[in-house]
């Protein structure tokens, strides 16, 4: 295994502190590495420095970009996209054209009008 992998426990949930990042489901049945793509995304894009902290401890690092590149980047805020994309080690080139990517399509959603 590489330093930059860690071994996750199918069965393991999100701690206890977590689970109000998870208010419209059954936070208890939310699993670490099955659910993985939805606890990122839930703490990437409102958890507390302490959710951050558990993060960076629990997935590794080619996890992180793994769901950066594959969902966070069309899904998180400009902002959360950026902090992320930065502790992953992304490249700066990169990280702004996400960056842009995003803006864009925050704006689309600034410009709707209800009817």
Known sequence: MRTS???LDGNLT???FLFPLFWDCRPEHVQVD????FVMARVMERGTWEAMRWLLRTYSKDRLISFLEKKGRRTLPPRELNYWALMAGISRAKREDWARGARERASLWSERHAH
């Open 5 to 7: 992998e860690k071994k």
């Open 14 to 16: 999100v701690p206890g």
């Open 34 to 37: 099955i659910h993985a793509d």
